[in-house]
C-alpha cells in the first residue's frame, strides 16, 4: 500500500548528460519533474536549476534555470527533453555531474518534501580547452629613489596585453600599493594611488602611466612599492599573478637616513620700526645606508615682525632629488658613473 502524503512532493529522475564535454561546448540534457505527493502542486509555476557539479548535489556552476513545463497534478510528470547548456570556458579538467534541482526558488510548498529535489546525471568527464584570453601584465615600473612622506612622487608603468584576446569594454583600473613588506599583500599595503585608463587594449598593444601620486604620511623607512593592474577584474585574464609584476613591480625604497640642520637667530634691531626679526636656516640631508647622500632639501624663511603689528615672511625652499644612479668598478677603480637627478621647486 502506498500512503500519499497530503502535499505535493516534487522529485527529478532520469537526468541525462552527455558522455564527455569539452570546455565551452553546448550540450544537451534532459530530466524529468514528477509530483509524488498527495495533492496537486499548489503554484502553477516553478523553476528548475541546472548545474554542473563535482558531486552528486546542487553546487559548481550554474548552467540555466527553466520555467516549468506544466503544472501537475498528483501522480504526473514533465520531461525536458534535450535542453541546451554550455560548459563553461574556465571548467578545469575533471568528472563531473548534470544535477538539476526543480522548484529551485520554492513556489511550491512541499512540507517534509523539500528535501529531495535535486538528482544527479551519471558522471562524464569534462576537458578544458584553451581559449583566447587577454593577458594584462605590468611590464615596468619606475620609481623614484627615495621619497619624502607627504610629497609628491613621480611613477611611471607600463600594462601591455600579453593575451590573444582584446581587453575591452571596461576600464583598466591600475592601483599603486606602498608596503614595508617585500610581498604583494593589500591587507599589509596602503593603496596610495589609483588611475585608470577607458577601455581598450588589443594583444600586443600596451599603454605606459605617468602619474605623480602623494606618498602618505608615514615613517622613515624602506618602503616597497608595487602597481597592480584591473584591480577590479574586469578582464577574464589567463594569469592573475603577473597583473603584478614581482621582477619589475617592487621598487625598494633604500633605506634613508636624514641629518637635519636647524638654524635660528632672533634680533631684536629697535630700528625702523622693527621689533623683532626670526631668520631661519634649515638644510636636511637623505643618505642612503651607505652613506650616499640622495637628496637634500633647503628651507630658509625670514620673518619680520614690524612695531605696528605687521608681519613680513619670507620664505626659499629647495630640493633636489637622485633620481637614478647607475656605474661600476674595473680592476679596482669606478670606470663609469652617472647621476640623474631632478631639481625641485624654488618658492621666493
Ligand atoms: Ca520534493
Ligand atoms: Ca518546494
Ligand atoms: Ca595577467
Redesign the pocket.
Known amino acids: 500500500m502506498i500512503h500519499l502524503t497530503p502535499y505535493p512532493?516534487?522529485?527529478v529522475s532520469n537526468v541525462d548528460a552527455p558522455a564527455s564535454a569539452n570546455s565551452d561546448d553546448e550540450i544537451e540534457i534532459s530530466w524529468t519533474v514528477s509530483n509524488t505527493?498527495g495533492v496537486s502542486t499548489s503554484s502553477p509555476i516553478w523553476y528548475d536549476k541546472v548545474y554542473l557539479s563535482s558531486t552528486t548535489g546542487p553546487g559548481g556552476y550554474i548552467l540555466g534555470e527553466f520555467e516549468n513545463l506544466s503544472y501537475l497534478d498528483t501522480g504526473e510528470s514533465y520531461v525536458r527533453q534535450n535542453q541546451t547548456v554550455t560548459i563553461p570556458k574556465q571548467v578545469a579538467d575533471g568528472t563531473y555531474y548534470i544535477v538539476v534541482l526543480?522548484?529551485s526558488r520554492n513556489h511550491v510548498d512541499?512540507q517534509i518534501?523539500?528535501?529531495?529535489?535535486f538528482d544527479a546525471s551519471a558522471s562524464f568527464p569534462v576537458q578544458y580547452v584553451v581559449y583566447e584570453r587577454p593577458d594584462l601584465v605590468v611590464t615596468n615600473f619606475v620609481s623614484p629613489y627615495a621619497g619624502w612622506a607627504g610629497n609628491p612622487m613621480s611613477l611611471s608603468w607600463t600594462v601591455e596585453n600579453q593575451g590573444t584576446a582584446p581587453a575591452s569594454g571596461a576600464q583598466i583600473v591600475d592601483w599603486v600599493w606602498l608596503s614595508t613588506e617585500n610581498e604583494i599583500d593589500p591587507h599589509n599595503a596602503t593603496h596610495i594611488g589609483g588611475s585608470y585608463i577607458g577601455s581598450h587594449l588589443d594583444p600586443g598593444e600596451s599603454y605606459e602611466q605617468n602619474v605623480s601620486i602623494t606618498l602618505p604620511d608615514t615613517a622613515d623607512g624602506d618602503y616597497y612599492l608595487y602597481v597592480w593592474t584591473d584591480v577590479t577584474l574586469n578582464f577574464d585574464d589567463s594569469d592573475l599573478d603577473n597583473n603584478f609584476n614581482p621582477e619589475v613591480g617592487f621598487v625598494p625604497r633604500v633605506g634613508v637616513r636624514r641629518s637635519k640642520v636647524h638654524l635660528e637667530y632672533n634680533p631684536r634691531p629697535q630700528r625702523f620700526g622693527i621689533r623683532m626679526m626670526e631668520p631661519m636656516w634649515n638644510v636636511t640631508f637623505f643618505h642612503d645606508h651607505s652613506g650616499r647622500l640622495v637628496s637634500r632639501q633647503y628651507h630658509h624663511m625670514v620673518g619680520t615682525r614690524f612695531d605696528n603689528g605687521a608681519y613680513l615672511n619670507v620664505m626659499y625652499n629647495r630640493w633636489f632629488e637622485v633620481i637614478d644612479t647607475r656605474g661600476y668598478i674595473e680592476e679596482g677603480e669606478v670606470s663609469y658613473y652617472q647621476v640623474t637627478i631632478r631639481v625641485g621647486f624654488t618658492v621666493d
Open positions: 512532493n516534487l522529485v505527493g526543480t522548484d512541499e518534501n523539500e528535501g529531495d529535489n
